[in-house]
């Protein structure tokens, strides 16, 4: 009787623990249903088979993915879709020109015929998900090696889909949930006929650019609109002037009354990676090891570019996008660090584990399968640190920060294609070249890059343990100088002249693989990075292999340890639902952002000529004439973003942001700066996602675009009188 109430009030214990975890989950939709209590408890007034349901509409079938990690919605019953102004942003642009260059001006289209097909552009509608685990793992047991066990689950997903065989547009897979403990059958189909309908100027959906990325109050009109076509019967079909609109199962209807404080909020989406798992000892490593060498990296970088935009206007807008682009992460490592560091991210797992290791040691059959996990897993991760650090030093220095080395590594993979296939440089050139102009050499000036270059390789020389670097590199770096190498490197190497490098693509497989071989800067960085692939990412691996094994079993042991709590599987591009409330939030001391931004702060922002703060003129007038129309709020004022604490991530861009009954109100485009943890160890008083008002996108529509046709096309639910503003008041931080 004593051990039953024992393991009764742990389970209370637990219970009352985990009370919250709601709000941080990204739940299967097809698993919804123990969740359903909680959201209601919330204000939702739905129910399970309203958000899935494969027998008849459900919000599912509303929700798609496009095939570039984003996520869509349609939006009326002629398959018009709404996403994220950057989740379009490469489909814009392949359809723009020096003439009608969208991106830049915006586009209104006035009818079907004015809609322009997107080459190459494609959506995904969900059919269903199955849980398929004992299929999957059959045959499979603890006892067996890693690699037999994978060999085994690999063989049987062969043999299951088989069931299934692909047919055009009807795609099949299989993928790993719960570290792969289990595994289910993903159904989707593709409709490839996608067309782009219309987008505001950059001025509306970027305003803000990557200064405002992450951080609030935000301003950003992030939204494009599209509309999938299909066959006379409704089918996927390739594109076609005869194909029709399509008529999806379910879209969304769209909420006019606005969102208040404390309102429900309901996100689905196709989130692409989250690790909420992970032991104290990785976390640790995050927060101490390895964001810290990242940013010290991405630093170094950012101060010479900084430096070198002083010189001209030319030089600054060269440089720009590369700047933005790794500054982006630079704050994101910053971020990340200091909010689990104030979190106390570290504490709250090792009180986890230690709960953990409690309830595994009090059972005598888990305690002799699991009871050793943590331990094990600690003492990997104290020796993986090293291999981690410098991996991620490399990975920095040789991939992401220099123009050259970039480049560099485009052509080495090339070569190895070729190398194996004479054909595939006929095949691979024309993508190639597209990769090199746009990601590589678009932002090349020569000079800024060898600054960049001799910086971070005495930065590589210093910090990355002497046994990982190859003599020959590092010979050849003292005698020489590391000023000289770069010399000689930018004056003599293919890869510091574009134009040559682009010729050489252009070249017989033979010329290609012989002068690229004997080239000054491929011999050098080849020599390292073989060096370093043989005597740290061999070791890396073998560890991570390990690591993953654990992790697997660790998160089988949870999942028995802690029957009182729900767990919400990491995300993995897979449908998901995220649920929470629209809250400010207090990111240190005496401040308090409320969650709401208005028009207003635009102009306040607003910088005539600036690339991330200018605006249009018809805006501006809009704005002074408060010629908001039936879109503004109750009072008086035009929202533009709102905040809310439904956890999002990559994928989740451009996901709908759904009221209580299932209506749209926004859609998904980022997060918080302070909340940037969350992805790790999600905290609901500090981890908001940033939505653009629906309302503000119907005013840019109709108001600024004048597209009066796409306005008549949405349905609009059941206007209810607004409720009275609810005053928003600060939640300070829980600290540890």
């Known amino acids: 009787m004593k051990r039953q109430f024992f393991l009764i009030l742990l389970i ?30 919330m204000g939702s007034h739905l129910k399970a088979d309203d958000i899935w349901d494969t027998s008849k509409p459900s919000l599912k079938d509303a929700v798609v993915r496009i095939d ?14 709404f996403t994220n102004h950057h989740c379009g942003y490469e489909a814009i642009a392949s359809v723009s020109t020096v003439e009608h260059n969208y991106l830049k001006d915006g586009y209104w289209s006035k009818s079907f015929a004015e809609e322009i097909p997107v080459k190459g552009m494609q959506i995904s509608v969900i059919d269903n998900i199955k849980d398929v685990t004992q299929a999957i793992l059959q045959g499979v047991n603890d006892d067996m090696k890693p690699s037999e066990r994978q060999s085994v689950i690999d063989k049987n997903i062969n043999q299951y889909l088989k069931r299934f065989p692909e047919k055009k547009f009807k795609h099949y897979e299989i993928k790993p ?5 289990k595994y289910y059958l993903i159904e989707r189909t593709t409709y490839p006929d996608v067309r782009f309908v219309a987008t505001p100027p950059a001025s509306v959906g970027k305003f803000g650019g990557d200064t405002d990325n992450w951080m609030w109050p935000r301003h950003t009109g992030d939204f494009s609109i599209f509309r999938v076509y299909a066959g006379p019967h409704n089918e996927p079909a390739e594109y076609s002037k005869r194909n029709k609109p399509y008529r999806p199962k379910k879209f969304l209807k769209i909420n006019m009354n606005g969102v208040n404080v404390n309102d429900f909020t309901m996100v689905m989406g196709f989130p692409g990676s989250t690790d909420e798992y992970l032991t104290s000892y990785a976390i640790k490593q995050v927060q101490d090891v390895r964001d810290p060498v990242r940013e010290k990296v991405r630093e170094k970088t950012l101060d010479i570019l900084k430096k070198h935009m002083k010189e001209s206007e030319a030089l600054r807008l060269k440089l720009a996008a590369k700047f933005a682009h790794l500054a982006n992460y630079w704050k994101f490592f910053i971020g990340e660090s200091r ?30 399968k699991y009871g050793n996990l943590l331990p094990q897993l600690k003492k990997l991760y104290n020796q993986i640190e090293k291999y981690q650090a410098a991996t991620d030093i490399h990975n920095e220095i040789f991939y992401r920060n220099i123009d050259l080395t970039i480049a560099y590594a485009y052509i080495r993979s090339l070569l190895m294609e070729v190398s194996s296939d004479k054909n595939a440089l006929k095949e691979k050139r024309d993508e190639y ?13 020569p000079q800024t890059d060898k600054e960049v270059f001799i910086a971070l390789m005495k930065h590589y020389l210093q910090v990355i343990p ?24 930018y004056s003599k190497s293919i890869f510091a002249h574009p134009d040559e490098l682009m010729k050489l693509l252009d070249a017989s497989p033979k010329k290609f693989v012989k002068t690229v071989t004997n080239d000054i800067g491929f011999a050098v ?29 660790y998160m089988k042991a949870q999942m028995l340890a802690f029957p009182e709590k729900n767990f919400p599987p990491d995300a993995n591009f897979t449908m998901r639902v995220s649920y929470g409330k629209v809250r400010g939030y207090q990111p240190r001391d005496a401040v308090y952002y409320k969650p709401f931004s208005h028009l207003y702060g635009v102009m306040e922002k607003y910088i005539p000529g600036d690339d991330e703060f200018d605006v249009p003129q018809k805006l501006i007038d809009l704005y002074k004439k408060k010629d908001y129309g039936p879109y503004a709020n109750f009072d008086g004022t035009m929202v533009v973003d709102f905040l809310a604490t439904n956890h999002i991530t990559g994928g989740n861009s451009g996901s709908p942001v759904l009221d209580a009954d299932g209506n749209l109100i926004g859609l998904a485009f980022d997060g918080v700066w302070e909340g940037l943890m969350e992805d790790l160890y999600y905290r609901n008083e500090i981890s908001r996602s940033i939505m653009v008002d629906i309302r503000y996108v119907l005013f840019i529509i109709d108001k600024l675009g004048n597209d009066k046709h ?12 607004p409720a009275a503003k609810i005053k928003d008041k600060p939640v300070a931080p829980v600290m540890h």
């Open 466 to 489: 002497k046994e990982f670097i190859s003599p020959d590199f590092a010979k050849l770096m003292k005698e020489r100088g590391v000023e000289n190498v770069a010399e000689l490197i």
């Open 339 to 368: 909010g689990l560091k104030k979190f106390h991210a570290v504490e709250a797992k090792e009180k986890y584990e230690r709960e953990f290791q409690k309830r595994i040691d009090a059972n005598p059959e888990w305690k002799a």
């Open 433 to 445: 070249k597209k990769d090199l102009r746009e990601e590589v050499y678009k932002s090349f000036d």
């Open 12 to 41: 209370l214990t637990g219970f009352f623990a985990f009370a919250q975890e709601g709000e941080g989950g990204m739940w299967l939709p097809n698993e919804i249903d123990p969740m359903v209590p909680d959201m209601q408890r």
């Open 177 to 181: 949930f719960y570290k792969g403990n």
């Open 525 to 553: 960085l080849y020599a390292q990075e073989l060096y370093f692939h043989n005597k740290v990412s061999n070791y890396y691996y073998q560890l991570k292999d390990q690591i993953n094994e654990l992790m697997r079993k």
């Open 710 to 721: 796409l306005i008549q096309e949405l349905t609009f639910a059941k206007k209810k009188k």
């Open 68 to 81: 570039n990690g984003c996520t869509a919605e349609f939006v009326s019953g002629k398959g018009l879709l």
